[in-house]
Every structure is written in structure tokens, then in C-alpha cells.
């Protein structure tokens, strides 16, 4: 597979099948990609940065990243505000953990994040996190990813949330 190949594929998914059904076939196309060690190899190596734009589809607006982390890393609940985003996994393991919106933020206070479970992301995984679900990644050691935006979120401002416990 090829960047040219894999970006036809989820046009294709994308225009036919609009909505979740589309996003899903992407999904499987990212799993697709991920068994295909030339692929991985080409787009998600050594050089790789830590956020790498591959495409970004000019009538679509989703966006093909690669990510290659050397050391630990990360992140608080968030969502993708109103995009999708789908996380492939290319080496290494990712835990992610999902989260339940207790309160979405607002400009003045961060929202509110109950945590619901964590699971981890091997080679070959790949996860779909619809508009508005908060998941959030730690990598406690080098990875690699394949990510997809529905559109890119370098241009989307996002509020941040904070996790809570049960009992809060």
C-alpha cells in the first residue's frame, strides 16, 4: 500500500458511505495499512516527527498523520471538538483511556472527565473516537502511529478538561 492507495481508499469509504459507516471503513483501511510493514516503514519511521500532516484532502478536509514518539508521553481526557479522529497503532503500545463528560468546558473552566476504562493499543489497532468522545493516550516508552482527523485540528481551537474521581 502506498500513501496514494490509502488516501483513494478512504476518499472513496468517505464519499460513499458519509457518516459512521464511512468512518468505519477507514478504520479498517488504517488496520489495513499498519499490517503492511513497507507502509509503516515509509511514512512512519525514525524520522518521523512527533506530528507529521502526510495529506490533508482539499474537499474533504481529513487529514492523514504520522506520529513517532521516541520517549514517554501523555495527554489529558480531551475530544477532537467537532471532528472524528481514528488511532492507528504502527509500534509499540498505547494505553488509552476513555472517558465519560461529566461537563463540557467553557471558555472560564475546564470540563469535567470521570474515567471509564484503559486499554491498551498493539501493532495493528486501530480505534474510532466519534465528535465530542474524550478518550486520552499514554505511551510509557517509544510508538508510532497512523492517525486520521476528519478535519485538521491544527485549526481547531479545543478546551481542556480535567480528570475527576468517582467520588467527586
Known amino acids: 500500500m502506498t500513501l496514494d492507495t490509502f488516501v483513494a481508499g478512504a476518499r472513496e469509504a ?3 458511505h458519509p457518516g459512521l459507516e464511512g ?3 477507514v478504520c479498517d483501511l488504517v488496520r489495513e495499512a499498519l499490517k ?3 507502509f509503516v ?3 512512519i519511521n525514525d524520522k518521523t516527527p512527533e506530528r507529521q500532516v502526510l495529506y490533508e484532502d482539499p474537499e474533504l478536509g481529513f487529514t492523514v498523520l504520522a506520529h513517532a514518539y ?3 508521553k501523555t495527554s489529558g481526557p480531551h475530544d477532537h471538538g467537532p471532528s472524528w479522529a481514528i488511532y492507528g497503532q504502527a509500534k509499540g503500545e498505547t494505553v488509552m483511556t476513555d472517558w465519560e463528560c461529566l461537563a463540557r468546558p467553557t471558555e472560564a473552566t475546564p470540563g469535567k472527565a470521570r474515567r471509564i476504562k484503559d486499554y491498551a493499543m498493539k501493532p495493528g489497532d486501530a480505534y474510532l473516537y466519534e465528535p465530542g468522545i474524550l478518550h486520552s493516550p499514554r505511551r ?3 510508538t508510532r502511529l497512523l492517525r486520521i482527523e476528519g ?3 491544527d485549526r481547531v481551537k479545543r478546551l481542556p ?3 475527576v474521581d468517582a467520588a467527586a
Open 14 to 16: 468517505l464519499k460513499s
Open 23 to 25: 468512518r468505519i471503513m
Open 36 to 38: 503492511d510493514a513497507d
Open 41 to 43: 516503514g515509509t511514512y
Open 70 to 72: 521516541k520517549d514517554a
Open 140 to 142: 510509557d516508552g517509544p
Open 151 to 153: 478535519l485538521n485540528m
Open 161 to 163: 478538561y480535567e480528570p
